[in-house]
C-alpha cells in the first residue's frame, strides 16, 4: 500500500513538472575521425581517452575492448597487459559520459555509442589491415556490442566475446521496478543516486573493488536519466538475440549478482536457437559479474585466449561444458 500511495505522489509531480529524460548526442560531424597514441578522436571533434596494451613484436590478432557502466577504459589494464604478451594487440577507450570523455555522467544514448564502435573498428582495421580484429564487451560494454553487430553499417570482425553482457531488459524486470524508473526518469531525471544500501557483490576481488571505490574516474552517483538510457540499452541488446550470428564467445558468472540468471538464460534460449556452430558459452562456477577482474580473472583470460588462437571446442577451463550441463535443463536447444 505505502509503494502505492509513493506511485500515485510521484505520477502527481510528474504531471506538474513535465520532465523528461535527456540524452546528450553528439555534435555536427565536422571533423575526420582519428586514432592516435593516446585518444580516439571522433567525428565531432570529441576526444576520447584511449589505452593500448601491444605487443613487443608484431601481433596476430586485436582487441577493441568496451568497458561497463559508471566504469572506464582502465578496466581492460590486467587482461590487456596478459593478452599483449600473447601476441595480441589490446586498444580501450572512454565512452562518452565516463571517464575522462566529455560530457561525464551524461548519457549519450544507445546509438552515439554503437556509432563510435562502428567509426573505431574502421580506423583499427585500417592500421591492421590484415589482422582478425575481435570485439570484447564488458556488461554495459557487452551490450553495446551486442546492438551493434545487429546493424547493417557494422563493418566485419573476426568474433566477439561477450563478459557478462548487460541484459536486464525491462520484459524481465518485475513491474514495480520498470514502473518506478519511469517515474523518476520522468519527474526528478536529475537525481543522482548512490547504490548505498544495495547489497550485492559485484566481485570477490576485494581489493580491486576497495581500489575502483577511490578511483576518482569511476562514477559514484549516477543520474537516474543515464540509468534509464541504460535500460534502453539494455532492451535493444536483448531484443538483438537472434541478429547476433557468427563467432560469439559469452562470459557468465553463476555467482553474478548484477546481472540476473533469469534475462541471461531467456537470452541465451533465443541466442541458441540459431545456428550454434560458432556459439560458445561459458558458465564459471565460482564467477561474479566482473569476471575480467575476479580472483579467477587469469581463467577468464586463458579461455578467451585459447578460443581466439584456435576457437576450440572446449575450453581449457571447462567452462563450457559446465555452460552446457546447467543449461540443457533449461533450455530446449541443448
Known sequence: MKLRYTL?????????????????????????AQLDEKAFLTEDGASLPLRHWLPKTEPHAVIIALHGFNDYSNFFDMPGKYFSELGIACFAYDQRGFGLAPHRGLWAGAEAYTKDLQVLVRLVK?????????????????????TAMSQAEMPKVEG?????????ARSTMPWYQTSLLWTLAHSLPWLTLTGEGVHVVASDNIDMLRALGRDPLV??????????GLTDLMDAAFNSATSLRGNTLMLYGEKDEIIPK???????????ATDTTEKTVAIYQHGYHMLLRDLQAPTTWKDIAAWINASP????SGADNRARQLLSSRLKVF
Open 8 to 32: 500515485i505522489a510521484l505520477f502527481l509531480l510528474i504531471t506538474q513538472s513535465g520532465c523528461m529524460p535527456m540524452i546528450y548526442p553528439p555534435g555536427a560531424k565536422n571533423n575526420a
Open 262 to 272: 533469469e534475462p541471461t538464460y531467456e537470452f541465451l534460449q533465443q541466442f541458441l
Open 160 to 168: 566477439v566475446i561477450l563478459a557478462a553482457p548487460a541484459l536486464w
Open 313 to 316: 571446442d572446449k575450453l581449457p
Open 126 to 146: 585500417q592500421r591492421y589491415p590484415t589482422l582478425p580484429i575481435y570485439l570484447l564487451g564488458e556488461s554495459m560494454g557487452g551490450a553495446i556490442v551486442i
Open 219 to 228: 562514477i559514484k552517483a549516477t543520474r537516474v536519466e543515464t540509468v534509464y
